[in-house]
């Protein structure tokens, strides 16, 4: 309806066009409306309009001013300019904006009628082609593939959401194209407001954007490959930094442990039932009366003596820390005290404080948007972060309770006082998607700026375009439901395309309770995405891996300890990931392009890093048999590192997750430890599969430093007529390794192999020739002789 009403308000309509030259772009003038169009790269292109030919303040929460201002060499053309890799055509009777790349490809096109307005809202209307996919804007519910889907972006607290539920928690108004005529490029949309997009849903052929009022700002992100736009994404937007190594571990969650004696029973019936287990997550209830910055004294009677306990038996403590001050004037309430006194709290358009309830009754919320209400947000940590590892901001959309809108009323002010806005102040309806993100930003640089060497740990569950640069996440309040779990892999794939590559969904689901059977299928799966973390509601079952019968804590000991055994091929994934921007869960077509069109289900089909494949049951709940399609012959069984064929048949046993290796892979593994902080006891592992491109990458250091020294490490392998070479680069970094030996084993290998003085070692059922080497920290060469 609206957007026949939009139509009848066309602006564009007044002839004439002048191309003004502008420094790494072009300006083009239509009337009064100016489209101004910015290279900040060869494939980044900026893309502004004016209206009434007066552009808003040059200001940004998801890119930093120094990315903003970059430019790339331009060259003008008659309708447009050109960069290295991309022609602008800007059509001079309707300003449609055509981009290309050299070949001439359209990578992305207006459509007809490109710019309608409404007052302050806008639709930015683009071409769909056939045969274009859709994806990334976080952790939307629905398909994975968005196309032929509408959704909007406003953070919402979203209790027991659906797999049709919109909006619910984030907003990172970005979308990335797959499959276009130009290859894949990315759609980034620069709007705070309650935005929108239509991957012709409501228009056949039309993908159109839009928002209430803001910005008409946007970036077109240029690939080819979808890697390359996720990386130029994460440019604009920043790198998801390397965790601290423990947040790879298992994490155990449960709303909520709730005393001292409870935690520690927790982490010894790990123990027990030996569980790796590196972190117990504290939800409200240590608080005292849900008021965050308190500890509620009677059941946490020693928080530092209970962490440092923990601590020395591998284990950590990340605590709930949400961002509702309980409205407690005159009680000896420090963060309400201070804040109020430091004038931090947000306020009603008269003046007045906002009061509204949420976890601890009456709460003020803290004006993120000043960076001196950052500062003070980020001084509360003092203390608590001796103890606690790391912290979990919730709540932070923000919910409110007891109001329809499930926020907080869209004329509350903000001033805004922070990088290179001006200040002024700023209603919620413009800052509500990114109240959350610099929540998560205060806490980060409040820990950074506590412990300057240390890597912060925040998880965050609301977030903006940005937000991977100083809070990991999770998919919120889902549910115990096979639905969910098919649900959680599409939202965790779509997050770590958005730039948030470390993501995990509650393992089991949280509102519900699962079954065993539905936890240990999710323990398995959740044992390879980015963050693993069971939690479960208030009242919900044990989800921790011991509750249930022997047979399923067996299975599940299983898959959690397959992660720990993973740990430094996970880690070298991360630290790839902090440097590149690559989501650390993929969707298999990320690295293999011809997957966006399987021969089969891949639903429930991902990687991890680029070299591992899970083949997940799309439909467990059937007991059917699936199909499992690789992206090409020669890959390897992980569990018994036998070569399978490149379609089969897979049965979803409970037992039994299907992952592949590719071919080419050396895979660095570790014996198991009972956790992160545990040194493992003998050699590192190499696990050669040969084939094509093989290689393998070493990152280690002290898993928690931010300065401190490392390690770096390229192995190769070709396969020659005698046999295989290994070739070890030289090692880069002083870091000093916990192994001192490394154990070989190379898989699929038949007859005889033999290496100049060392023993080998072959087992025929498995083929694999196994030998083991000391360190190799110089750049050495390993002939093996068949
Ligand atoms: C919210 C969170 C959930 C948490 C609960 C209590 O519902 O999403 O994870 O357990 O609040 O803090």
Sequence with gaps: MRMLVALCLLLWTLPAVAQTPASGGGEFVRGAAVLRITALTPEILRVQIAPQGRFPEDASWAIPASVRSRRATVTPRTDGFETAALVVHVDPATLRLTVTDRAGKTIAADAADPLRLEG??????????????????????????????????????????????????????????VGGAGGAYGLFLDNTRRSWFDFGHREEGVLAIGAPAGP????????????????????????????????????????????????????????????????????????????????????????????????????????????????????????????????????????????????????????????ATRAWWGGLYKGLADGIAGFWNDMNEPAIFETPSKTMPLDIVHRIDSDDFAPRSASHAEIHNVYGMENARATHDGLLKLQPDARPFVMTRAAYAGAQRYAVTWTGDNSSSPEHLRLSVQQLLNLGLSGMAWSGADVGGFVGGASPELLTRWVAIGAFTPIFRVHVTKDGPRTEPWADSPEH?????????????????????????????????????????????????????????????????????????????????????????????????????????????????????????????????????????????????LYWDDGASLHGATLRQEITCTVTPQGLTLDFGKRAGAYRPWWKEIAVTIHGWDGDGRVKGIRTTRDVSARTLSFTLKDQPGAKRIEIVR
């Design 120 to 177: 302050d809202a806008f639709t930015l209307r683009k071409a769909l082609p056939l045969g274009e996919h859709y994806f990334a804007l976080g952790d939307k519910t629905g398909p994975f593939d968005r196309r032929g889907a509408s959704y909007v972006n406003w953070n919402t607290d979203a209790f027991g959401y659906e797999g049709t539920t919109d909006p619910i928690y984030k907003s990172i108004p970005f979308a990335l194209s």
């Design 216 to 371: 008409i700002d946007y970036y077109l992100i240029a690939g080819p490959t979808p890697a390359e736009v996720v990386r130029r994404y994460t440019d604009l937007t920043g790198k998801a930094p390397l965790p601290p190594r423990w947040a790879l571990g298992y994490q155990q969650s449960r709303y909520s442990y709730m005393s001292d004696a409870e935690v520690r029973d927790i982490a010894g019936k790990a123990r027990e039932s030996g569980i790796p287990l590196d972190v117990i997550w504290l939800d409200i209830d240590f608080q005292d009366r849900n008021r965050p910055f308190t500890t509620n004294a009677a059941a946490y009677p020693d928080l530092k003596r209970l962490a440092a306990d923990l601590r020395s038996t591998g284990i950590r403590l990340v605590a709930i820390t949400d961002l509702h001050i309980a409205a407690a004037p005159d009680q000896g309430y420090a963060p309400y005290d201070s804040g109020k006194a430091g004038g931090h709290f947000l306020t009603n358009p008269d003046g007045s404080l906002y009061v509204a309830p949420v976890w601890p009754g009456p709460a003020v919320f803290p004006d993120f948007t000043r960076a």
């Design 553 to 697: 804590l067996a299975i599940r000991r299983k898959f959690i300890e397959a992660r720990y055994r993973l740990l430094p091929y996970l880690y070298a994934v991360a630290e790839e990931t902090a440097r590149a921007g690559d989501p650390v869960m993929r969707p298999v077509w990320y690295d293999y392009p011809s997957q966006l069109a399987p021969a089969c289900d891949q639903s429930m089909s991902f990687t991890l890093g680029r070299d591992l494949l899970v083949a997940a049951p799309p439909r467990y709940e059937t007991g059917r048999a699936y199909d499992v399609c690789l992206p090409s012959a020669g890959w390897y069984d992980y569990w018994s590192g036998l070569p399978v064929a490149e379609k089969h048949k897979e049965m979803p046993a409970l037992d039994r997750l299907p992952v592949y290796v590719r071919p080419g892979t050396i895979l660095p593994r570790q014996p198991l430890a009972r956790s992160t902080a545990e040194v493992p006891q003998g050699p590192l592992e190499l696990h050669v599969y040969p084939g094509p491109d093989c290689h393998g990458a």
